[in-house]
């Protein structure tokens, strides 16, 4: 069999499609992961290229070990909107980057001044969504995460993704 080769009308016609085809079923990926701090180049450079290669919509980080000032600590190529929560202390620490494909229209945002959880509530593609970042402490999280739960019951509804390190 020989190669197919596509001329340039030809690829816009596929690109046309591919688009067409991604707004009869929009899809939203969201990856979490634990950094274990960012206060490191080095270690944001490599965070920000796993996180590249995975190509989520959504990224939910947790342990950033940053303080509310170093929010462009954060910023990377692809991620127009990014939401933390850290103490002043740079302890614990959880973010929510936001890619810029993601059709996401922030309408609430409620940061814990200590730093282990953030809640974002908005439209994902049309979607009313709640997206809650936790990072549980390693000692008493079941009771931690049923305080943290109770907290934000008015907040959880239907559509409601919680993610992070429990």
Avoid at 99 to 112: A, E, N, T
Wanted: net charge positive; proline share 4%.
């Amino acid at each position: 069999m020989g190669s197919l080769k596509h001329t340039g009308k030809a690829k816009q016609e596929i690109q046309i499609m591919s688009d067409r085809l991604t707004a009869l079923s929009p899809h939203a990926s969201i990856i979490t992961l634990n950094v274990n701090r960012l206060n490191s180049p080095i270690k944001r450079h490599r965070v920000a290229k796993w996180i590249k290669v995975q190509d989520p919509t959504i990224c939910c980080l947790q342990e950033t070990h940053l303080s509310p000032k170093d929010k462009h600590r954060l910023r990377m190529k692809g991620w127009r909107t990014i939401f933390q929560a850290n103490s002043k202390q740079k302890k614990a620490g959880v973010a929510i980057l936001i890619s810029h494909r993601g059709d996401f229209k922030i309408r609430q945002v409620k940061r814990d001044t200590e730093g282990p959880d953030i809640m974002i509530k908005g439209t994902l593609q049309q979607e009313e969504i709640t997206l809650i970042n936790i990072y549980a402490p390693n000692t008493g999280a079941p009771r931690f995460i049923k305080q943290l739960l109770t907290d934000l019951k008015e907040d959880v509804k239907n559509n409601t993704i919680i993610g992070g390190d429990l």
